[in-house]
């Protein structure tokens, strides 16, 4: 991967147009440090307005760099739910000033303590139709191991309110939490079954260095689940969402039908999209360009006039190895005719020896010219797919 340049770049550099999907929103503020967490933020508010105020000035800095209309949204983080309903829509009314949005599908990540029934009152007034709420798990002993600042009342109490304010909820659960037992992910399945919400999420717990649960398992004080244990939890989700009606169409991502996320499946689709906020990355054709990812910093310079932009241009090879990595992870696949004009005769070779090779041990199979990972071995998906990485 050739790396352009780590400095910051001039805006004439940045001026330039593309077809937009959605623009991701970096609020980098926590309440507390999660145990496993190794995402960019502060659990020091004293610098909320100014970096709001960064935020605004970010989108003027970078007006030109997109022509084509915002569709999508996504407030991520950090928790964007430290946010009030009035800030959020100054940054909702500075986008649209901006940049073209007909938005479709608005998303605020929220913390569940955070979803009141004021504070969901107060953000219907906002542009955000859809709210993805960091439930994690049902019983309060893993919530307090995990640092969070909720309950599992507060879960229950912060999606039925979600719901009944009109909002398109997801919820983010995760599993291979250390010494979970199937039953107690079983448990965890029916609970969240029975909020009949339109999305879920369900992550593997993975070991971040430099978190509190890395630290932990140095110690020895808690041990990571084992990878059987783990994989069986993740085909238990399959099996229970899909017997309940819900569409495993990303490797840790369900919905009822018609009900996909559309802002991450265009990550996963590989359409452009711009990132505000301090680390937040954006990506346009063979270009990915990121923040930097720290509150001050990123204040400074924007008040300075300054973009505190890295980028690096993606060769062919990084570009085809990051599309095989998206689509493989999902239900969709990999149409192969669209990489055949695309690849050096060599690339190619090499591509499709290794799909004949994986065809062959079961690990991927062919519909006409779309080649998927069979969802039994999805859990492995990205050892399968670093198989076919295209390397020179
Ligand atoms: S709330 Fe989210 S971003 Fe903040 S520390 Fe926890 S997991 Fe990380």
Redesign the pocket.
């Known amino acids: 991967m050739q790396i352009l340049n780590l400095t910051l770049y001039p805006l004439s550099y940045l001026c330039h147009s593309f077809q937009m999907a959605g623009v991701y929103i970096h609020i980098p503020f ?1 309440h ?3 145990t496993y ?1 190794d ?1 960019h ?1 502060s659990t020091s508010l004293k610098n909320k307005n100014a970096f709001v105020e960064a935020l605004l000035r970010e989108m003027e800095l970078r007006k030109n760099f997109v022509d084509e209309p915002v569709t999508t949204i996504y407030f991520g ?3 964007p739910s430290v946010l009030q309903a009035e800030e959020i829509s100054r940054i909702t009314e500075k986008l649209t000033e901006t940049f073209k949005v007909i938005p479709q599908e608005v998303t605020l990540e929220a ?1 569940p303590e955070d979803l009141t029934e004021d504070y969901l009152h107060s953000l219907r007034s906002t542009m955000v139709n859809r709210l993805s709420i ?1 439930i994690q798990s049902f019983r309060n002993e893993r919530l307090q191991w995990m640092n ?1 600042n909720h309950t599992a009342k507060q879960s229950l109490q912060a999606v039925q309110c979600a719901k009944e304010s009109g909002f398109d909820v997801s919820i983010d659960l995760i599993f291979a939490l250390p010494a979970m037992t199937m039953q107690e992910w079983q448990q965890q399945l029916m609970q969240a079954d029975a909020l009949r919400v339109p999305h879920i999420s369900a992550y593997s717990l993975t070991l971040e260095s430099k978190t509190a649960y890395a630290f932990q398992v140095k110690k020895k004080q808690v041990q990571e689940l084992n990878d059987h244990d783990a994989e069986m939890q993740f085909l238990a989700a399959h099996d229970f969402f899909t017997e309940k009606g819900y569409v495993h169409y990303e490797i840790s991502n369900y919905s009822l039908p018609g009900k996909q996320a559309k802002h991450n499946s265009s990550y996963w689709n590989r359409t452009p999209y711009l990132g505000l906020g301090p680390s937040a990355h954006s990506f346009e054709k063979n270009m990915r360009c990121w923040n930097v990812a720290n509150n001050n910093s990123y204040i400074q310079y924007i008040s300075d006039g300054v973009l505190p932009l890295s980028c690096e241009e993606l060769q062919l090879k990084d570009e085809l190895n990051e599309t095989m990595m998206t689509a493989l992870r999902t239900a969709e696949g990999l149409n192969i005719e669209t990489l055949e004009n695309i690849m050096t005769p060599e690339m190619y070779r090499h591509f499709m020896k290794e799909i004949a090779l994986q065809e062959k041990r079961g690990w991927i199979e062919r519909k006409n010219a779309v080649i998927f990972i069979p969802i039994k071995h999805w859990y492995k998906a990205d050892r399968i797919i670093s198989e076919f990485f295209i390397t020179t």
């Open positions: 926590c507390k440090a999660c967490c995402f933020f983080g950090g928790t913390n960091g969070r």
